[in-house]
């Protein structure tokens, strides 16, 4: 939908870059707003490694949203956005000290602790401070997600969590340490997951695990169910706002919530991902023995889900309107992987035509690199142009 893009004003930009439409940001954070708004004790923080550009996390923490930070330097990246520490959860497989500290500095609602020794440290961090981390414990619940499998997290296999049957010794092992507050259950079974019924069976094990604590008479005050809502890459103009209503249903309908539980949802994706396209400029169109290529300048290095995952995104030509030819789209990077598209149709393109790569708000801008010396994207919002 060629219409939704400012494309004169993208003609005097330098590409490539991300153009975030901040209009369709809003109204997904309003969707997420009323969906959350018809249950009792929901709260959603975003996923920050989703998209850390500052003018959007600007957007996401006007709309009352907490942050899920994955390092410290996005722990740093919400402070400034504006997000209050009481609404920041720090959760991440190994933790430096560093990192830890500036938690324990700031006062963040919890540290999501993967580990015994993560658990220890955060303990003697916290003793040198005089201060008391809460924490809440991140489960791997062995729960398969239908989902790319490097994007699954809730799997014995996987690299996250503290297994199941380990969960009561580790939370009667922070009940005789003084410096840390055991105050949750932290899951996360996998990202861009669009079948209910993995979250489903999410709730069925959570149940199970409560249903356990409960006969020893643990109490646990909040439940942190991760994220993982996928969006449709493959319609970004039809269904541009994720299916909030039946996600948030799910846990309604399923998870079995104590009275004086709060449910913490980690949104990252769902949120951020369709608002943002990559805007890339056609260097040449180049006929092949077999195919046509349209080589434009962004690449690999730009957005690396395509290379990483063999990712879909919809790719569109904005500044024709020429019927229809079939096209690999390639970028400048010196890697037979910097492919964004095989075979696809575009309306035919030329030398200086502006392409938009679709459903890159999440996982775009913020994996850029530097490889072969390339300058990152600038990003730039609605406002700006």
Same mark, same amino acid.
């Given at each position: ?64 949203? +907490? ?14 956005? !504006? ?17 830890? *500290?500036?938690?324990? $500095? ?5 540290? *999501? ?9 955060? *303990?003697?961090? #916290? ?17 398969? #997600? ?54 489903? #069976? ?24 991760? !994220?993982?809502? +996928? ?44 608002? !943002? ?21 962004? +690449? ?9 995952? *063999?990712?879909?995104?919809?790719? $569109?030509?904005?500044?024709?309107? $020429? ?63």
């Amino acid at each position: 939908m060629k219409g939704i893009f400012p494309t004169e004003k993208f003609k005097r930009l330098e590409t490539p870059f991300y153009y975030y439409d901040t209009n369709l940001l809003r109204q997904t954070l309003r969707t997420i707003n009323e969906e959350v708004g018809k249950h009792e004790r929901f709260e959603v923080h975003y996923a920050v490694k989703a998209n850390a550009n500052p003018k959007v996390l600007n957007i996401i923490c006007q709309a009352g949203l +907490g942050a899920d930070c994955v390092s410290g330097g996005e722990i740093e990246a919400s402070v400034r956005a !504006g997000f209050p520490s009481s609404k920041i959860v720090y959760a991440g497989v190994g933790k430096s000290d560093w990192e830890i *500290n500036l938690g324990l $500095e700031l006062g963040i609602l919890a540290f *999501n602790v993967e580990s015994i020794p993560e658990l220890e440290i955060i *303990n003697e961090l #916290a003793a040198k401070k005089g201060t008391v981390a809460r924490v809440a414990f991140r489960i791997n619940p062995n729960v398969g #997600a239908h989902t790319h499998a490097n994007i699954t997290t809730g799997l014995a296999e996987n690299k996250f969590g503290i297994a199941m049957r380990d969960m009561e010794e580790v939370i009667n092992h922070a009940a005789e340490l003084k410096n840390v507050e055991f105050k949750g259950l932290h899951f996360h079974i996998g990202s861009q997951i669009l079948e209910m019924d993995d979250f489903k #069976a999410l709730c069925n094990r959570i149940n199970d695990l409560q249903d356990q604590l409960d006969k020893h008479h643990i109490i646990v005050e909040s439940i942190n169910v991760g !994220g993982g809502l +996928g969006i449709d890459y493959n319609h970004p103009n039809r269904i541009p706002v994720p299916d909030f209503q039946a996600y948030f249903d799910t846990y309604a309908r399923f998870l079995k919530l104590r009275p004086y539980q709060t449910l913490h949802f980690e949104l990252g994706r769902a949120v951020v991902a369709q608002c !943002g396209s990559l805007i890339t400029r056609t260097l040449y169109v180049k006929q092949g023995d077999f195919k046509q290529f349209a080589i434009v300048d962004a +690449g690999m290095t730009d957005l690396i889900r395509p290379a990483l995952y *063999n990712a879909y995104h919809k790719i $569109e030509n904005i500044s024709s309107d $020429e019927p229809l030819e079939t096209y690999d789209v390639v970028g400048p990077i010196c890697e037979s992987s910097d492919v964004f598209a095989k075979a696809i149709d575009l309306n035919k393109t030329h030398r200086g035509d502006i392409i938009a790569i679709r459903s890159a708000g999440a996982y775009g801008e913020i994996m850029a690199s530097g490889y072969n010396c390339r300058r990152l994207p600038k990003g730039y919002i609605t406002e700006e142009l």
